[in-house]
C-alpha cells in the first residue's frame, strides 16, 4: 500500500509538471512560459538547436526560444525569438524561383526540421497549408503555388498582422549564427550589436529578389533582397496542436 501511495505520489508530480502553468527559468535568468497554458506574446522553449557555441562543442544543441506569435482554438502560431541561422533564400539566381521552390523552404522542412525536433515534437506540429503571397509592394510579380510545410517564414501581411510594432519586430542572432557571419567574438555578441534583417518569403520587384525585415524592424518597398544573399537572417514559423501536447 505505502508503495502505491509513493508510485502514485511520483506521477502526481510528473503529471503537474507537464501540465500545470508554472514557468521555467534559463541559468541566465531569462524566464519562459509553459507551451501548455502560454498566451500570445509569451516566450516558451521547443525543439533544440546549434545556437549557443562560444565554449562548447560545435554541435552543441540548446532550446529553441519562440514567441507565442498567435493563438487559434487549440493550435499555437511560434515565431523564433532569434534568427537561428544565416542563409540565402536561393542558392542560384533565377528570375522565377518562388518560395514554394526555394532552397531555403526546402532546408527548413528537411535539414533544420529533423535537426531541431524529436520524433515527439514532430507528432504535435501541424503541417499547414503555406501560400505563395505577392508583395503588397509588387503585386504582378508571381509568387507561385501554395506548400505544405511544418515550418515556413512569414508573409509581409502576416508580419503587419502579427509582429509589426511588438517588442520582438526587431531580430537577434544567436551566437552560432552571429559565428557564421565571421563576426566571432563573444563581446560583440553581448554588447547588443547583433542586430539583423531577416527574410520574408514574399517576391519583390521580380523573383531574383525577397522581401525582408529591416535591423530596425521595418518592411518598405526597397527592403528588398538578392535572393543570393548570404547573411539574411532566418526566423522560422511552426504551429502546434496543443491538444496533443
Do not use: P
Given at each position: 500500500m505505502k508503495k502505491s501511495v509513493r508510485r502514485f505520489a511520483a506521477i502526481s508530480v510528473v503529471l503537474c509538471l507537464f501540465l500545470c502553468p508554472a514557468v521555467l527559468s534559463a541559468a541566465e535568468g531569462a524566464v519562459y512560459t509553459s507551451l501548455y497554458s502560454a498566451q500570445v506574446g509569451d516566450t516558451?522553449?521547443?525543439?533544440?538547436?546549434?545556437?549557443?557555441?562560444?565554449?562548447?562543442p560545435a554541435d552543441t544543441q540548446n532550446p529553441i526560444e519562440w514567441i507565442v506569435m498567435a493563438l487559434d482554438g487549440s493550435k499555437a502560431y511560434?515565431?523564433?525569438?532569434h534568427a537561428v541561422a544565416v542563409h540565402t533564400y536561393h542558392n542560384v539566381m533565377e528570375t522565377n524561383v518562388v518560395w514554394a521552390d526555394a532552397q531555403l523552404n526546402e532546408w527548413l522542412n528537411s535539414t533544420f526540421f529533423y535537426r531541431a525536433f524529436n520524433r515527439r515534437e514532430q507528432e504535435i506540429m501541424v503541417q499547414t497549408t503555406v501560400e505563395g503571397e505577392n508583395s503588397p509592394f509588387y503585386p504582378r510579380t508571381a509568387a507561385g503555388r501554395a506548400t505544405k510545410a511544418y515550418v515556413w517564414l512569414l508573409s509581409v501581411s502576416e508580419w503587419e498582422k502579427y509582429v509589426k510594432g511588438t517588442d520582438y519586430n526587431v531580430c537577434s542572432l544567436t551566437p552560432d549564427a552571429w559565428k557564421a557571419l565571421h563576426l566571432d567574438t563573444t563581446e560583440q555578441f553581448t554588447r547588443g550589436q547583433n542586430e539583423c534583417w531577416w527574410w520574408l518569403r514574399n517576391p519583390c520587384y521580380d523573383n531574383s529578389e525577397a522581401q525582408f525585415v529591416s535591423f530596425d524592424g521595418h518592411v518598405t518597398e526597397r527592403g528588398h533582397m538578392r535572393v543570393t544573399a548570404q547573411h539574411g537572417g532566418v526566423r522560422p514559423v511552426i504551429c502546434v496542436d496543443l491538444s496533443k501536447y
Open positions: 516558451v522553449l521547443f525543439g533544440r538547436f546549434e545556437q549557443e557555441s562560444w565554449d562548447k511560434l515565431l523564433a525569438k
